[in-house]
């Protein structure tokens, strides 16, 4: 899929997205906006980005939240719920809540990889709750979440992911530092 724009209203139990629900093969500079509501798996692009899956120059302003049916409610990622797959050059701006594994960008980095991305929504949840990740499993590098917007001052993903005030995440030096490269990217 590649450049495709979505302004949706998703509800459902599981691989919820604002593009498709479960990516399997390349998402390529596409964006969405709007509600996305699920009960598990669920992102503002998609719900699940498998191992055979990459997601490169995306960006969502979704709301992403959770239905509660009186299950365990996890994933839920302002771009992707769970994550196997490739993300790379992407970021989120809406709001995340859930129970468990919530984040700004990504609710559970399940063995993937995440690169040069950052998120700036509203995170709320009760356990592995993160600004950019909820939990992480995987690798993360060059990557950052607006601490102030977010309402959170921590996130997993080690050293490979940085919380900035929102006066840094407007300041280029913040991106060109870890490696990001505006003339070719």
Known sequence: IEQCD??????????CGGIVGQNRGMIKQCSAEGNIEGLYDAGGLTGYNSEAGTIYG????????YRYYGLIENSFGGLVGRNAGTIRLCYATGSVSGMEKV???????ENGIIEQCYSAGLVTGSSYVG??????IGQ??????DM???????????SGVAGKTTAQMQ??????????DFADD
Do not use: H, K, P
């Not at 979505?6 to 691989?15: A, E, I, L, P, R």
């Not at 993360?140 to 979440?145: A, E, L, N, R, S």
């Not at 300041?171 to 990001?180: D, H, I, K, Y």
């Open 171 to 180: 300041t280029l030096e913040t991106f060109t530092s870890a490696g990001w």
């Open 131 to 136: 600004g950019f990740c909820g939990e992480d």
């Open 148 to 158: 102030e917007t977010s309402g959170m001052a921590s996130s997993a993903g080690g």
């Open 58 to 65: 995306c960006c969502t302003d979704m709301v992403v939240s």
């Open 6 to 15: 979505s302004d949706c209203t998703v509800s459902g139990q599981s691989f």
């Open 140 to 145: 993360i590098t060059g990557c950052f979440w």
């Open 103 to 109: 984040g700004g960008l990504v609710g559970y980095n």
